[in-house]
């Protein structure tokens, strides 16, 4: 079982910089892929960014490609999205996911993560 909090999100002004935190619970975070997803009012959700269990290869989509970066410290059970060049059409309820396998995480809009977080709002004026 994995348990994952996120935190990070708030309010910021277009142009500007968050950085979201996700801690994992449990010994075995370095075995999990994890992503991060996000979904807007009346959109789909979608996976932003996702990473492996090393940290060797990651993913983005191409909405955030050259603004976000994904990252992670197995040390301390913890993902991170670094978020620069803040749009208004990035602001989503954002969640982290964990599953054994990258492919999982990249899979069909999320139907392979095993575990999600809660989300965090990310909200960004125009």
């Known amino acids: 079982q994995v348990q994952l909090v996120e935190s990070g999100g708030g309010l910021v002004q277009a142009g500007g910089s968050l950085r979201l935190s996700c801690a994992a619970s449990g010994r075995t975070f370095s075995s999990y892929a994890m992503g991060w997803f996000r979904q807007a009012p009346g959109k789909e959700r979608e996976c932003v960014a996702a990473?492996?269990?090393?940290?060797?290869?990651?993913y983005y989509a191409d909405s955030v490609k050259g603004r976000f970066i994904v990252s992670r410290s197995n040390a301390k059970n913890t993902v991170y999205l670094q978020m620069n060049s803040l749009k208004p059409e990035d602001t989503a309820v954002y969640y982290c996911a964990a599953s054994l396998y990258l492919r999982s995480v990249l899979a069909d809009t999320g139907a392979g993560v095993d575990y999600w977080g809660k989300g965090a709002l990310v909200t960004v004026s125009s």
């Open positions: 990473i492996n269990w090393s940290g060797s290869s990651t």
